[in-house]
């Protein structure tokens, strides 16, 4: 049987996560066993809160496969909340965009 990391955290979230403001950079494979994302699984959780959500050169979903597109920052239409391109304007986050978190996750 193999259990991901991310399966592991959210079996027992960390102390250091626990009613904090999360920022979590993630792609399409950012999956649990349930085929949930790791957004949607963060967004439900009342023990922290997700504040923002930062996406790689593909998208978060994939949603620009062939290569070199870049996308641009937008609003998650359901959390109303960041999501940022790490491959667009900018390739790393900004100290802007980190303002407001307490925890960055990385799920690549």
Request: aromatic letters at 8%; hydrophobic letters at 35%; proline letters at 6%.
């Amino acid at each position: 049987m193999v259990i991901t990391g991310l399966e592991i955290i959210l079996g027992n979230l960390p102390t250091s996560i626990k009613g904090k403001r999360v920022g979590i950079l993630s792609h399409s494979p950012g999956i649990t066993k349930d085929f949930e994302h790791i957004t949607e699984v963060f967004y439900k959780r009342k023990d922290c809160k997700l504040s923002a959500i930062f996406g790689p050169q593909h998208g978060l979903h994939g949603q620009t496969q062939d290569n070199m597109i870049e996308w641009k920052t937008q609003r998650h239409p359901i959390f109303n909340i960041p999501i940022y391109s790490l491959y667009g304007e900018h390739r790393k986050p900004t100290s802007e965009m980190l303002a407001d978190l307490d925890v960055f996750l990385i799920d690549l």
